[in-house]
């Protein structure tokens, strides 16, 4: 791997190196040891949070094109990202590598079964307060299927852990 690689980046007037872009935190830095030359026979899996939507941004840079992965979709698709992380309460973004790129999108579920369970967790919300969170929540599923057409992934799935609901991007 080249690290003195210029890298684009939409909205900056410079060119940002690899090097640049590993050096801003430690979800970068993990995912450029996932995505290595070094490793491309041997891939490991691996999953890293994300503090918010540019250290999403930063590490797609850093994986570049890959197969179907297109790291300028992701910068297209800023504003679904954003209507994600303002509509739905303790959002992870998370990216890594399962053979190919993957982001975990993750929020609150919000069945009735889900809502008995926040309220079994604590008395963090009030019963007007999870009745509001339901609400905002019916459009988790419809925005996620909205940023993976965007982003064109491979697939695209949604699983359940807990309170949790987890959307799943995957490009081949």
């Keep these: 791997m080249q690290n003195s690689k210029e890298v684009g980046h939409i909205g900056d007037t410079a ?24 490793l491309f026979k041997n891939p490991p899996k691996f999953r890293v949070s994300c503090k918010c939507f540019e250290d999403l941004e930063s590490c797609a840079e850093i994986i570049g094109p890959y197969n179907e992965f297109n790291p300028k979709k992701i910068k297209a698709a800023k504003s679904l990202f954003t209507v994600l992380y303002r509509a739905f309460y303790m959002l992870d973004l998370s990216i890594g590598r399962e053979d190919s790129p993957v982001i975990y999108i993750t929020s609150f579920a919000t069945d009735s079964q889900d809502v008995r369970m926040l309220i079994k967790a604590g008395d963090m919300y009030s019963a007007e307060k999870i009745k509001s969170m339901k609400k905002e929540f019916r459009n988790f599923k419809k925005i996620c299927k909205e940023v993976a057409r965007m982003l064109s992934v491979t697939e695209c799935h949604f699983s359940k852990e807990g309170i949790y609901k987890t959307c799943r991007i995957w490009w081949d």
Excluded: C, P, Y
């Design 15 to 38: 060119k940002r190196t690899k090097k640049d872009l590993i050096e801003k935190g430690s979800a970068q830095k993990i995912v450029s040891i996932g995505f290595s030359d070094e």
